[in-house]
């Protein structure tokens, strides 16, 4: 079981190192999937959200090799700590020149990152994190995968996260769940109530994307932290951006980075009394 990769382009640097940051706020467990085309970051579990990040590894990496246990299966998933990841990849934004990140045993097995650092000096500076991981058997592989929804009721683009950002930090401290509906129409109205008050915005003119419901508006109540913790963070700003319900099951949110980066973030829904 084999790997290696390489980052020496700066933007690569950036959105993987944001991504990384992102994914480890979400959870304390985080699992990385290898295969020969993408390097996948998961969170799933019955507490939390579940976050699926894809990256072309031809975008980001000049070197990617990836070798499974065995000589017809290229695949390696494996378990680490969040925090851990977070640390190692914080630096890549400071002042990185590449980054190699390889499979090591260092008396357990370890993700290495080994960071060239940029110096005043002619000679350049190097850190290595080791992160302690478990490999995760291929019994189990299943439970990592994206989840299979056939059809959401509806499809919309989202509006920007800087105004969506604007208005759940007020909102987040009214309520704990938060109300999302998709009209037909296009509007997306975010409903939180307090005890005195009830709140509502709504952003009209939004293009449905695909639209199977049966009713007018399809909603989906949801952990109101939970939906900001997502659309605080500004790792990338992608090319696409779409809110896709299940009533009364799951609120998806899909963004898209041009063709090298997709980003899943699943939330369930939650009773609203």
């Not at 990617?64 to 934004?93: P, Q, R």
């Not at 994307?209 to 990338?236: G, M, N, P, Q, R």
Request: contains cysteine.
């Amino acid at each position: 079981m084999k790997f290696k990769c390489k980052m020496t382009d700066t933007g690569s640097l950036r959105d993987f190192s944001n991504v990384a940051t992102t994914v480890a706020r979400m959870s304390k467990q985080c699992v990385i999937r290898l295969t020969r085309n993408f390097f996948f970051f998961n969170i799933a579990d019955d507490t939390t959200p579940m976050v699926w990040a894809r990256l072309d590894q031809n975008h980001f990496f000049v070197d990617y090799m990836v070798h499974g246990k065995t000589d017809d299966i290229h695949e390696i998933y494996m378990e680490l700590n969040s925090a851990m990841l977070a640390k190692s990849v914080s630096t890549f934004k400071a002042a990185a020149r590449s980054v190699k990140i390889r499979l090591t045993n260092k008396q357990q097995p370890c993700l290495t990152f080994e960071i060239e650092m940029s110096s005043i000096s002619a000679e350049s500076r190097m850190c290595v994190h080791d992160i302690p991981i478990t490999i995760i058997p291929q019994k189990k592989w299943p439970e990592f995968n994206q989840p299979h929804i056939e059809k959401f009721e509806i499809s919309v683009e989202m509006p920007q996260f800087k105004n969506l950002r604007s208005v759940l930090e007020r909102m987040k401290n009214m309520s704990p769940v938060l109300t999302i509906s998709v009209d037909t129409n296009g509007v997306l109205a975010l409903k939180a109530d307090a005890d005195s008050a009830t709140v509502s915005v709504h952003f009209p003119n939004l293009t449905v994307l695909e639209c199977d419901a049966e009713d007018e508006t399809v909603s989906a109540s949801v952990d109101i932290k939970k939906f900001h913790a997502f659309v605080a963070w500004d790792a990338v700003h992608p090319t696409s951006m779409n809110c896709n319900i299940i009533s009364d099951k799951v609120v998806n949110i899909n963004l898209t980075l041009d063709d090298y980066m997709q980003i899943k973030y699943y939330i369930p829904a939650v009773e609203c009394n």
